[in-house]
């Protein structure tokens, strides 16, 4: 079975400062791992995945199979980032999505 | 581009009714999958269908269905309402990749359904 845990319910920041936003995954295979975003009144939309390794609007994420760990980072939040953020996997060739409960990310001016 | 439409925005049901629900996906996209989403169970996985085939089927009772047209247009429906199904129903269309890898999926607005 596959499964994504977003341990963090709600995180607060305050901008300039780092953010990390954990995800852990279970997965027996090869998974692809994605980042969406949900910006307020906006449809959900990927930000990163990990195959692509970009930087999107300045986080990253690092696929860690030896933890099964897709942590979300940024080196300095600002207030444009507050959002929902979903980590999520499918496995190879399987649109599946399996999302993670999310993360409501509040930058704090 | 037009992005992934999903008709109605809302819909208030009664216990007991049925309901289809329609989604438009990106024009080209071939898979459409849509999801249940829930303040209590999250973004769960209903099915996709691709090339008017389902081709993946989460763990949700057969009161819940759903079809694709050749157009690539999907429908889903639930019959025999229940309380429990009141929620926010997002379509998502993608563009298929080849060799295994998954393409972007690009999410609908959503159909608020409230079942009373």
């Known amino acids: 079975a596959q499964r994504v845990t977003q341990p963090e319910k709600l995180l607060s920041v305050f901008k300039g400062a780092p953010v990390e936003l954990k995800c852990n995954y279970s997965y027996s295979g090869s998974p692809e791992l994605f980042w969406y975003v949900q910006y307020s009144r906006q449809r959900l939309q990927l930000l990163l995945r990990?195959?692509s390794r970009e930087s999107i609007k300045g986080f990253t994420a690092d696929l860690n199979k030896g933890e099964t760990s897709f942590h979300l980072k940024k080196p300095f939040a600002q207030e444009e980032d507050s959002a929902m953020y979903y980590c999520?996997?499918?496995?190879?060739?399987?649109?599946?999505?399996?999302f993670g409960t999310g993360t409501r990310l509040t930058i704090i001016p | 581009k037009a992005g992934v439409t999903q008709t109605p925005r809302y819909l208030i049901k009664t216990r007991g009714q049925q309901v289809t629900l329609s989604c438009s996906p990106i024009s080209g996209h071939r898979s459409v999958s849509w999801y249940q989403q829930t303040p209590g169970q999250g973004l769960q996985f209903l099915f996709e269908?691709?090339?008017?085939?389902?081709?993946n089927k989460g763990n949700f009772p057969g009161r819940f269905s759903g079809r694709q047209f050749s157009n690539s247009r999907s429908e889903m429906n639930v019959s025999t309402l229940e309380l429990g199904d009141s929620a926010l129903y997002l379509c998502?269309?993608?563009?298929?990749?080849?060799?295994?890898?998954?393409?972007?999926?690009?999410f609908g607005q959503g159909t608020r359904l409230t079942v009373v």
């Open positions: 990990h195959i």
């Open positions: 998502a269309s993608s563009h298929r990749g080849t060799g295994g890898m998954n393409t972007e999926a690009f």
């Open positions: 999520a996997l499918s496995g190879s060739g399987n649109e599946k999505l399996t």
């Open positions: 269908y691709f090339s008017e085939t389902q081709r």
